[in-house]
């Protein structure tokens, strides 16, 4: 991972002192709640249902033990004794107090993190592949790369009151594992017929009220001008991005309404004026961003063979390897990850106990790295086949080794109405019903991405669920309404919507209807995908309706 | 009302657009008023403000810009970012040299960054903002993009 140096430190200390003094002025009554908002947002914090709610930044989702432990320390020290992973590869606190924020962001500071940006009107968390650097089919790895975004946008001056929230994603390799084209900016990392890196460009996608998928603005930028090009769409956005309307504001909407040529054309004439500028990464800024990442050391020699006897002595052991664990890119290692979706837990939320516990597997078995996923998971990416089985082990005494990932269990989920002041319904009572209902036959269905938001604001991403639930409010009661066919990977596609919302208590039923459908109608190893593209909507819809 | 100006409290030699109060020599306009009057106002020989609001089109003025010794930009609520986008593109883009002030809405916590996207005038509402002002100015050693 990224270590940070001197200037680096001083800069998040520095931060801290600032939101310290903010924080003191605003308890005082010297700063007014408007105007104290857009500080504390842009330092993670949100006033929530309950409590506030402190939102920490993992950058592009890689972290240390170290940085995990703090987290546990944080979260019995300040909160509840737990933490909440989200689809940004971010981690939230429910319960801080206001006045114990500064304390919290200075042992941040500690371990080399912040809370800069995870909130407010500017450009959020840079977001890339979890599997970044360790999977078979990259290009070139992002991190780097998304340090440099990131530095460039930390408390960037220009752009922080844009007029609505900014994400950017990275991926480094063909298959998008990084959700890019729900993004504001996706980029993918490209080589061009002479060998030089670069990236394509997409623009304006995103979910929320209006999901809409991202599309190309340009096929191909060199990587020493990707800053000064993102800096003109910036520019763009921020002088004719909506501010009218909240729910307009995003730079999709303004793509959508000027029209993506014209959205062009007034990048490309504001980019000519700053090309070849300030902004310019020589090779050697980018190598030197390169050398800061630690360097693992792989052992060369390592061997399948411990791991072969323990696949076929112990089945549960190989439900789990063939779940949760993925092919490396060096012989001798696996990819494993850690499931956040265990019965009668909220999805992505941790005990402080677990924290401990994952940054000591991950400092002894992974290179003291740990990794957040969007689909609210960890992972430890550098595993020695040979010890997968005392990883196992040891996973499951802590509630850490449920074999789902993939699977229908395994859903995305927002707070929904138990936390967040936005919501029209509860999600995490219907995870906890789907995972009942499902927990037993979950692997044997197969993989189905199964996503849930409380509201239309969507940070649960149902637009992109294979099952997509969105909660609603009709007349103070909760209802769902259910999507099908939406996709993340590779060609993003918004579901589509299956019928009349349903109430509450029928939900888990309707969720049991179409996967019954699936499975009544599968060819042998057809996805759910697949199936659905084949036989389409009605079959579900007769299912699911015909039974209410 | 305060005015900061190159990291200091000081007076101000322009005209006040709250007061009317002249001041010799020198002239601030609205855009519209430059356009109306523009021939009129380079004859006076006077020293030329312009006021723009952070949304207004600049491209008829652009080429005019050397004509005038400050520009005004009317922060209509500070968590309206476009005048940091204007203020950016006048002085890096358009090379503008004179002074470039920030009024209307502008809060002590954002001073540092209006100063850093090319205003050198910030305009508060009285003595204790701009002396806490001038503390947030002091608060990062720091930055990770060009200056």
Redesign the interface.
């Known amino acids: 991972m990224y270590l940070y140096n001197d200037?680096?430190q001083?800069?998040v200390n520095?931060?801290v002192?600032?939101f310290r003094?903010?924080t003191t002025r605003f308890l005082n009554g010297d700063?007014t709640e408007e105007?104290f908002r857009?500080?504390r947002l842009m330092n993670g914090l949100y006033i929530q249902t309950h409590a506030p709610m402190l939102r920490v930044n993992i950058p592009y989702g890689v972290l240390s033990s170290k940085q995990m432990r703090m987290f546990a320390h944080i979260s019995t020290q300040y909160d509840k004794s737990y933490g909440h992973f989200t689809t940004r590869q971010n981690i939230q606190f429910n319960w801080p107090k206001l006045e114990s924020v500064p304390d919290i962001l200075a042992d941040l500071a500690s371990v080399q993190m912040h809370a800069i940006q995870s909130s407010g009107?500017c450009i959020r968390n840079i977001t890339c592949d979890p599997l970044a650097g360790v999977c078979a089919d990259e290009l070139e790895d992002p991190r780097p790369y998304c340090e440099i975004i990131r530095?460039?946008s930390?408390?960037?001056?220009?752009?922080?009151?844009?007029?609505r929230k900014f994400k950017i994603a990275v991926s480094g390799s063909p298959k998008d594992r990084a959700a890019t084209q729900v993004h504001d900016i996706g980029l993918h990392m490209r080589r061009d017929n002479n060998g030089n890196m670069g990236f394509e460009v997409l623009v304006g996608g995103g979910l929320g009220r209006t999901p809409i998928i991202g599309q190309t603005l340009s096929p191909f930028i060199f990587e020493k001008d990707v800053l000064s090009y993102l800096e003109a769409i910036l520019?763009i956005y921020?002088?004719f991005g909506r501010?009218d309307n909240k729910y307009k504001a995003r730079i999709k909407i303004l793509v959508r309404e000027i029209g993506l040529e014209t959205f062009r054309e007034q990048v490309e004439a504001e980019w000519h004026?700053?090309k070849g500028g300030?902004?310019t990464l020589e090779s050697k800024q980018i190598e030197h961003i390169k050398q800061r990442f630690q360097v693992l050391d792989y052992h060369t020699d390592s061997s399948d063979k411990v791991l072969t006897e323990h696949l076929s002595s112990d089945a549960k052991f190989k439900a789990w390897f063939e779940q949760n664990t993925l092919t490396h890119k060096q012989n001798g290692y696996r990819i494993a990850f850690i499931s956040l979706k265990a019965p009668n837990q909220a999805p992505g939320d941790i005990t402080d106990k677990q924290m401990n516990i994952v940054a000591d597997l991950a400092e002894q078995y992974s290179f003291g790295l740990i990794r957040t996923t969007h689909d609210q998971n960890l992972a430890l990416t550098d595993i020695k086949s040979d010890d997968l089985y005392s990883l196992w082990q040891q996973l499951q005494q802590h509630n850490l080794a449920t074999a789902n990932i993939g699977t229908i269990t395994d859903m995305i989920c927002c707070p929904g109405l138990d936390f967040c002041s936005l919501a029209n319904a509860s999600s995490i009572d219907i995870a906890q019903g789907i995972t009942q209902r499902f927990t037993n036959t979950a692997t044997e269905i197969g993989d189905i991405s199964l996503k849930m938001s409380g509201c239309m604001n969507g940070c649960g991403h149902h637009s992109i669920g294979e099952i997509g639930i969105l909660g609603v409010d009709k007349k103070g009661e909760q209802w769902y309404q259910l999507t099908l066919g939406g996709s993340d990977s590779h060609q993003s596609k918004l579901g589509d919507r299956l019928g009349k919302a349903i109430a509450k208590a029928d939900v888990v039923d309707a969720i049991d209807n179409i996967v019954n459908v699936y499975k009544d109608n599968r060819h042998d190893g057809e996805v759910f995908s697949a199936t659905l593209k084949r036989i389409g909507l009605d079959p579900y819809k007769e299912r699911v309706y015909g039974s209410h | 009302m305060a005015l900061i100006k190159n990291k200091q409290i000081c007076s101000d030699g322009w005209p006040n657009l709250k007061t009317s109060a002249t001041s010799a020599g020198r002239v601030i306009v609205s855009h519209d008023e430059w356009l109306k009057n523009k021939d009129e106002l380079i004859l006076s020989g006077k020293r030329l403000g312009l006021t723009l609001e952070a949304d207004e089109k600049i491209d008829e003025f652009l080429h005019d810009i050397g004509k005038f010794s400050l520009i005004i930009i009317n922060i209509a609520s500070f968590a309206d970012g476009r005048a940091y986008s204007l203020a950016k593109t006048l002085r890096f883009t358009h090379q503008f040299k004179g002074e470039i002030r920030a009024i209307g809405d502008v809060l002590p916590d954002q001073a540092l960054y209006l100063t850093r996207v090319g205003f050198d005038a910030l305009q508060l509402p009285d003595n204790k903002a701009a002396e806490l002002t001038l503390q947030t100015l002091a608060g990062f050693s720091a930055f990770y993009q060009p200056n």
């Open positions: 200037f680096d001083t800069l520095e931060r002192e600032q003094n903010q700063l105007q857009p500080l009107n530095q460039w930390t408390l960037h001056p220009e752009f922080s009151y844009l007029p520019r921020n002088r501010r004026c700053i300030e902004l």
